[in-house]
C-alpha cells in the first residue's frame, strides 16, 4: 500500500495511461517513504495490463489474482528484473557493499533477449545509490540506447550522488515524508496489534517514514530509543550507558539493531535540538552534524560497531545540560 504519495502516482499512471511514458524514472526522497513499493505497483501495472486484461482500478493498483500479478509478487515473472546488492560469499550472511558492475551487465544482456510473457520489461535499481563506479557507468550506456518498451525505476535516498549524465536521462519524481495522519492510518493498518499510544509513538519517532517506522517496531527499539534519550538529557559522567549500549549492539546477531541505531541516533538529537535555545541548541546541532556524518561512514568504513556506539555516546552526551561546563 503507497500511502501518501499521489502526485507520484498520478504523474506515472497519467504517462501509462497516455503511452507517453519516459523509458526511465528515478524515484527519489527520504528512506522508507514507499519508493520501492511505488516502482514494483508500476512495474506490476504496465506488466499486467500490456498483457492483459485490461485493468479497471485507479492509479497503480492491480488486482492481485491477475495472473501476471500473481508472477511478479512471487519474484518469479521474467520481464520484472529487480536489481539490490547480493550475499557476499565470502562472508555468509552479509551483503556486498555496492551493487556489482556483473549484476548490470547481466541486465545490458538481458535486454538483448525478447520479453517473455508481457510487451514490456521492467527494471528497478533498489538503491541507485548503491552502484559502484563501474556499474553506474554501464546503467548509463543502457539509458544513452534504451530498448523499446523497457522501463528503469532507479530508486534513489541521495539522487546527488549519481552521475549527473544518469539523473538528466531520468524523469524524476520526488517523495516526501508522509504527514503525522498518513502515518498514523498506515501504521494502524500495518500494526493492528500495536494501540494507539503505541502508534502515535512510532509516528513521533519515523519522522514522515512507514519503513523506517515498521522497522522500529519489528526490531523493538523503544528501550534503545529510551538509552539515547536519557544520555541526550542526562550525560552519561562514568561512562557506563555508553559502554553498555556499545555491548549490546556489538556482535553479528546485533547487526539490524546496530543499523537501526544509526539512523536512529541524528533524528533523536534533531528533535531535541527543536526545544533548546541558545549555546544548548548550538551543541545540539554540532552534536547532529558529527552523529549524522557518523552513521554515513560507519557502514561504508566497515567501522567496528562498539567502538562507532560508544563514539556516538560521547556525541550524545555532549549536548546534555551541562556538558560545556565539564
Same mark, same amino acid.
Given at each position: 500500500?503507497?500511502?501518501?504519495?499521489?502526485?507520484?502516482? $498520478?504523474?506515472?499512471?497519467?504517462?501509462?495511461?497516455?503511452?507517453?511514458?519516459?523509458?526511465?524514472?528515478?524515484?527519489?526522497?527520504?528512506?522508507?517513504?514507499?519508493?520501492?513499493?511505488?516502482?514494483?505497483?508500476?512495474?506490476?501495472?504496465?506488466?499486467?495490463?500490456?498483457?492483459?486484461?485490461?485493468?479497471?482500478?485507479?492509479?497503480?493498483?492491480?488486482?492481485? $489474482?491477475?495472473?501476471?500479478?500473481?508472477?511478479?509478487?512471487?519474484?518469479?515473472?521474467?520481464?520484472?528484473?529487480?536489481? !539490490?546488492? =547480493?550475499?557476499?560469499?565470502?562472508?555468509?550472511?552479509?551483503?556486498?557493499?555496492?551493487?556489482?558492475?556483473?549484476?548490470?551487465?547481466? *541486465?545490458?544482456?538481458?535486454?538483448?533477449?525478447?520479453?517473455?510473457?508481457?510487451?514490456?520489461?521492467?527494471?528497478?535499481?533498489?538503491? +541507485?545509490?548503491?552502484?559502484?563506479?563501474?556499474?553506474?557507468?554501464?546503467?548509463?550506456?543502457?539509458?544513452?540506447?534504451?530498448?523499446?518498451?523497457?522501463?528503469?525505476?532507479? *530508486?534513489?535516498?541521495?539522487?546527488?550522488?549519481?552521475?549527473?549524465?544518469?539523473?538528466?536521462?531520468?524523469?524524476?519524481?520526488?517523495?516526501?515524508?508522509?504527514?503525522?495522519?498518513?502515518?498514523?492510518?498506515?501504521?494502524?493498518?500495518?500494526?493492528?496489534?500495536?494501540?494507539?499510544?503505541?502508534?502515535? #509513538?512510532?509516528? !513521533?519517532?519515523?519522522?514522515?517514514?512507514?519503513? #523506517?517506522?515498521?522497522?522500529?517496531?519489528?526490531?523493538?527499539?523503544?528501550?534503545?530509543?529510551?538509552? *539515547?534519550?536519557?544520555?541526550? #538529557?542526562?550525560?552519561?559522567? $562514568?561512562?557506563?550507558?555508553?559502554?553498555?549500549?556499545?555491548?549490546?549492539?556489538?556482535?553479528?546477531?546485533?547487526?539490524?539493531?546496530?543499523?537501526?541505531?544509526?539512523?536512529? *541516533?541524528?533524528?533523536? =538529537?534533531?528533535? !531535541?535540538?527543536?526545544?533548546?535555545?541558545?549555546? +544548548? #541548541?548550538?551543541?545540539?546541532?554540532?552534536?547532529?552534524?558529527?552523529?549524522?556524518?557518523?552513521?554515513?561512514? +560507519?557502514?561504508?568504513?566497515?567501522? $567496528?560497531?562498539?567502538?562507532?556506539?560508544?563514539?556516538?555516546?560521547?556525541?550524545?552526551?555532549?549536548?546534555?545540560?551541562?556538558?560545556?561546563?565539564?
Amino acid at each position: 500500500m503507497i500511502v501518501g504519495q499521489n502526485r507520484a502516482i $498520478d504523474a506515472f499512471a497519467s504517462a501509462w495511461k497516455t503511452r507517453r511514458l519516459h523509458h526511465a524514472w528515478l524515484l527519489a526522497g527520504p528512506k522508507g517513504v514507499g519508493k520501492a513499493s511505488f516502482a514494483r505497483a508500476a512495474a506490476m501495472r504496465v506488466l499486467a495490463e500490456s498483457a492483459g486484461p485490461t485493468v479497471d482500478l485507479p492509479g497503480l493498483e492491480t488486482p492481485a $489474482d491477475h495472473p501476471i500479478a500473481k508472477l511478479a509478487a512471487a519474484g518469479s515473472h521474467p520481464d520484472l528484473i529487480w536489481i !539490490e546488492r =547480493i550475499e557476499n560469499p565470502k562472508k555468509p550472511g552479509t551483503l556486498f557493499k555496492n551493487i556489482l558492475v556483473d549484476q548490470v551487465r547481466a *541486465v545490458g544482456r538481458s535486454l538483448n533477449l525478447t520479453t517473455s510473457l508481457s510487451p514490456w520489461r521492467a527494471i528497478v535499481f533498489d538503491t +541507485a545509490d548503491e552502484l559502484e563506479g563501474a556499474g553506474a557507468n554501464a546503467l548509463l550506456k543502457m539509458l544513452e540506447e534504451p530498448p523499446a518498451n523497457t522501463l528503469f525505476f532507479l *530508486v534513489s535516498h541521495a539522487p546527488g550522488r549519481l552521475l549527473p549524465t544518469i539523473r538528466s536521462r531520468c524523469r524524476r519524481l520526488d517523495f516526501g515524508k508522509l504527514p503525522d495522519d498518513a502515518m498514523t492510518s498506515l501504521l494502524s493498518h500495518s500494526l493492528p496489534e500495536t494501540n494507539s499510544a503505541g502508534i502515535a #509513538r512510532l509516528v !513521533e519517532f519515523a519522522n514522515g517514514s512507514p519503513g #523506517r517506522a515498521l522497522a522500529i517496531a519489528e526490531l523493538d527499539l523503544a528501550p534503545l530509543e529510551g538509552e *539515547v534519550l536519557a544520555i541526550l #538529557r542526562e550525560g552519561d559522567p $562514568d561512562n557506563g550507558r555508553r559502554s553498555k549500549l556499545a555491548s549490546s549492539l556489538s556482535g553479528k546477531a546485533a547487526a539490524d539493531r546496530y543499523a537501526a541505531f544509526l539512523e536512529l *541516533v541524528p533524528g533523536l =538529537i534533531a528533535g !531535541e535540538a527543536i526545544g533548546l535555545q541558545g549555546e +544548548a #541548541r548550538s551543541r545540539a546541532l554540532d552534536a547532529y552534524a558529527k552523529a549524522r556524518e557518523t552513521a554515513v561512514l +560507519a557502514p561504508r568504513l566497515s567501522l $567496528d560497531p562498539a567502538a562507532t556506539v560508544f563514539q556516538l555516546g560521547t556525541v550524545l552526551a555532549s549536548v546534555a545540560p551541562g556538558a560545556a561546563s565539564r
